[in-house]
């Protein structure tokens, strides 16, 4: 087996809709944050005046900025990464986090478990190995069936090495 490479990087249009949807969040709550006049009271169980109401109100608005400034660092991660899954006849190297250029590379006979997951719809292949745990995304893949190439090659290579 050749090397197989499969790009590993974030899909941008996520990162853009999540970074609208907090900088229009923002925006309004510093609207609703310039004009408040009013105390509010949160799950009938804090009582919050008008000052400390509108504090809480920027406290959010602070929020969703450092939530844009994360966005656009993901938005220029998406358009920047050169990240990729290679995949050799003894291992595998992945990106150790989407964000980011180091490289871990696994060798198939370090592998303790593999444990194909699903959290909230969103599959996920978690492999324990002899250093650490690596994650790969399906959401980060080209497509499912690129995901699903690399989950039967891993497992399969893993478990010819295992005996």
């Known amino acids: 087996m050749n ?33 408040n006049t009013q105390g ?21 608005v ?6 844009v400034v994360i966005g656009i660092i993901g938005i220029y991660s ?16 992945v990106p150790e986090r989407l ?3 180091n490289i871990i590379t696994v060798n198939f ?7 194909p997951i699903t959290v909230h719809g969103q599959n996920m292949l978690v492999i324990q190995h002899d250093e650490n745990n690596v994650t790969i995304q399906q959401s980060v ?7 699903d190439e690399v989950v039967h090659i891993i497992t399969t290579k893993t478990q010819s090495f295992k005996g």
Request: glycine share 6%; net charge positive; charged share 15%.
């Open 3 to 35: 090397e197989i490479k499969y790009p590993y990087k974030p899909k941008i249009l996520t990162y853009l809709l999540v970074t609208l949807g907090f900088a229009v969040a923002g925006g309004i709550l510093s609207k609703v944050a310039l004009a």
């Open 40 to 60: 509010v009271i949160l799950n009938r169980f804090i009582e919050l005046s008008a000052k400390n109401t509108t504090i809480f109100y920027w406290c959010l």
């Open 62 to 67: 602070v929020a969703a900025a450092i939530f």
């Open 78 to 93: 998406a358009l920047t990464s050169k990240n990729e899954i290679i995949l050799t006849e003894t291992g595998f190297s």
């Open 99 to 101: 964000i980011g250029n």
């Open 109 to 115: 006979s370090d592998i303790s478990r593999i444990a």
């Open 141 to 147: 893949m080209p497509n499912k069936q690129a995901y």
